[in-house]
């Protein structure tokens, strides 16, 4: 069973700054994706920035030029440094684990299936007050 940990949640006024970590061992994959999500309450998760191991990263549009999704392989640590930050921000987000989806998949969207990832962390919030 693989369990992701995120970490570095918190509390920021809008135009802060917080960077979250996940800690995600990925030996079960040759080949993976990961990626962050957030969800609010009454809505569907959605999907924000994701990453695979051949270094392909997407955004979600909302989040695009403010967000910045990284992968640090020697400690198994995924990370989304978050700058410029909206109270619309404000969500639980959660890492998230899948196999690979190709370059293609990724250009296509398929890294922001919430429906098809295989394991998740238990999620941090993160409030943004205006």
């Known amino acids: 069973q693989v369990q992701l940990v995120e970490s570095g949640g918190g509390s920021v006024q809008a135009g802060g700054s917080l960077t979250l970590s996940c800690v995600a061992p990925r030996y079960f994959y040759k080949s993976y994706c990961l990626a962050w999500f957030r969800q609010v309450p009454g809505k569907e998760r959605e999907g924000v920035a994701g990453?695979?191991?051949?270094?392909?990263?997407m955004y979600a549009d909302s989040v695009k030029g403010r967000f910045t999704i990284s992968m640090d392989n020697a400690n198994n640590t995924l990370s989304l440094q978050m700058n410029s930050l909206k109270p619309e921000d404000t969500a639980m987000y959660y890492c998230?684990?899948?196999?690979?989806?190709?370059?293609?998949?990724?250009?296509?969207?398929?890294?922001?299936?919430?429906?098809?990832?295989?394991?998740w962390g238990q999620g941090t919030q993160v409030t943004v007050s205006s």
């Open positions: 990453i695979d191991n051949y270094g392909i990263i």
């Open positions: 998230g684990l899948r196999g690979w989806v190709g370059q293609r998949g990724m250009e296509l969207g398929l890294w922001a299936r919430r429906e098809d990832y295989d394991y």
